[in-house]
């Protein structure tokens, strides 16, 4: 419970935006998809590359990255960590070929509240970069499909890391690149992977229950903030009101009422 009134710029959570760098996951975070595009394509690749008849079901795959659910996928098959280095290029190679030769089945729902948030981190002038555990090709393809790619300047994605740990790191360096060394930067995440990664690599971290895992279990790792919806975020914040009155003018004023 609160003890005292908002100060300027926070919300009734006490929650000011005042990292000048956002790092958003995608699945879970900005959006879920329900369509089985990605999930096809990474069982292609068992089969197509690695010549395995099997598939990602039963690996616990919300939060792990592409490269460590093919692994995990593999092993449990019975193929050694050498073949499924030894063959990673293909198998990246084919899933971004598949996933783009489907694209048109992406349906992405986008989490409640979101185009206001981002809409709002942009009008603030704030940086604002992907750290996700998707496979290059297939996360931007999800952005696009969502219209949401054109908000975020920089993408960190698992192709050269399978540790979420290090996509972190290494979104860490492409902020730091941008706006200097002393830098804070403040990912957002949807499960306990994003949590841990964030404290590996010295962040901030907002955690939000839109995915699979509940707002308990994200809090019990202790983020910076855990809200259950991102409209939480937006409400009673002074900054966020104003934009959304701002937006709405705007689309009454284009839509001639
Ligand atoms: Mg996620």
């Known amino acids: 419970?609160?003890?005292?009134?908002?100060?300027?710029?926070?919300?009734?959570?006490?929650?000011?935006?005042?990292?000048?760098?956002y790092v958003f996951d995608i699945d879970g975070t900005l959006l879920l998809s329900r369509d089985l595009v990605h999930y096809n394509a990474l069982n292609r690749a068992l089969d197509h590359v690695y010549g395995v008849d099997t598939t990602i079901d039963g690996v616990a795959y919300h939060g792990k990255t592409d490269l460590s659910i093919l692994r995990a996928a593999l092993a449990r098959a019975g193929v050694s960590g050498k073949v499924f280095e030894a063959k990673l290029w293909q198998a990246i190679d084919l899933i971004g070929?598949?996933?783009?030769?489907?694209?048109?089945?992406?349906?992405?729902?986008?989490?409640?509240?979101?185009?206001?948030?981002?809409?709002?981190?942009?009008?603030?002038?704030?940086?604002?970069?992907?750290?996700?555990?998707?496979?290059?090709?297939?996360?931007?393809?999800?952005?696009?499909?969502?219209?949401?790619?054109?908000?975020?300047?920089?993408?960190?994605?698992?192709?050269?890391?399978?540790?979420?740990?290090?996509?972190?790191?290494?979104?860490?360096?492409?902020?730091?690149?941008r706006l200097g060394n002393g830098t804070s930067v403040c990912f957002v995440g949807d499960t306990p992977e994003d949590i841990?990664?964030?404290?590996?690599?010295?962040?901030?971290?907002?955690?939000?229950?839109?995915?699979?895992?509940?707002?308990?279990?994200?809090?019990?790792?202790?983020?910076?903030?855990?809200?259950?919806?991102?409209?939480?975020?937006?409400?009673?914040?002074?900054?966020?009101a104003r934009c959304l009155q701002e937006k709405s003018h705007r689309r009454s004023i284009s839509s001639g009422l």
């Not at 005292?4 to 990292?19: K, M, T, V, Y």
């Not at 970069?129 to 496979?135: D, Q």
């Not at 990664?197 to 308990?216: D, L, M, P, W």
Request: charged content about 25%.
């Open 196 to 240: 841990k990664a964030a404290r590996e690599v010295n962040a901030k971290i907002i955690a939000v229950a839109t995915g699979t895992i509940t707002a308990r279990e994200l809090t019990s790792l202790h983020p910076d903030i855990c809200v259950t919806n991102w409209v939480e975020l937006l409400d009673h914040s002074a900054d966020s």
């Open 97 to 177: 070929r598949d996933v783009a030769s489907h694209a048109a089945s992406l349906h992405p729902e986008v989490c409640r509240g979101i185009p206001d948030v981002l809409a709002l981190l942009k009008a603030r002038g704030k940086l604002l970069g992907i750290a996700s555990g998707n496979l290059e090709a297939v996360g931007w393809r999800k952005l696009k499909a969502a219209d949401l790619d054109g908000f975020f300047e920089f993408g960190c994605f698992s192709d050269r890391h399978e540790s979420r740990a290090d996509i972190f790191a290494r979104a860490v360096g492409e902020v730091k690149s």
């Open 1 to 21: 419970m609160m003890t005292r009134a908002p100060a300027a710029g926070e919300n009734r959570n006490g929650f000011a935006w005042d990292s000048p760098a």
